[in-house]
């Protein structure tokens, strides 16, 4: 069974960057499209941004359009999401989900049920 890991969260004040890695062990992540969700408090959990399993297609949410860039790093089997420009409402638990998904799904309005896995999620808080 694959399992991933999400790393790399904390907290930041608001303007500031960090860097979440989503990566496992035993299975290479190649094959898999990777997104990026998050879930606030209260709130529904949403796409934020993905990526194709050969990196060549990537989408984001317009509300972080600009600010985060999302790769990937296959000798690393890693995938990350770099977020510059840091706003409170972006404090959320973000998660990482892979899946072997047709190129039209590759877009942040995927459900995260559409993927077949998904990690335990890492919490970002944004806040001074």
């Known amino acids: 069974q694959l399992q991933l890991v999400e790393s790399g969260g904390g907290k930041v004040q608001p303007g500031g960057s960090l860097r979440l890695s989503c990566t496992t062990s035993g299975f290479t992540l190649d094959y898999y499209a990777i997104g990026w969700f998050r879930q606030a408090p209260g709130k529904e959990r949403e796409g934020v941004s993905c990526i194709s399993s050969s990196g060549d297609i990537t989408n984001y949410a317009d509300s972080v359009k600009g600010r985060f860039t999302i790769s990937r790093d296959s000798a690393k089997n890693t995938v990350y999401l770099q977020m510059n420009s840091l706003k409170p409402e972006d404090t959320a638990v973000y998660y990482c989900?892979?899946?072997?998904?047709?190129?039209?799904?590759?877009?942040?309005?995927?459900?995260?049920?559409?993927?077949?896995?998904w990690g335990q999620g890492t919490q970002v808080t944004v806040s001074s």
């Open positions: 989900a892979a899946g072997s998904l047709h190129p039209s799904m590759l877009v942040t309005t995927t459900p995260f049920e559409a993927y077949d896995y």
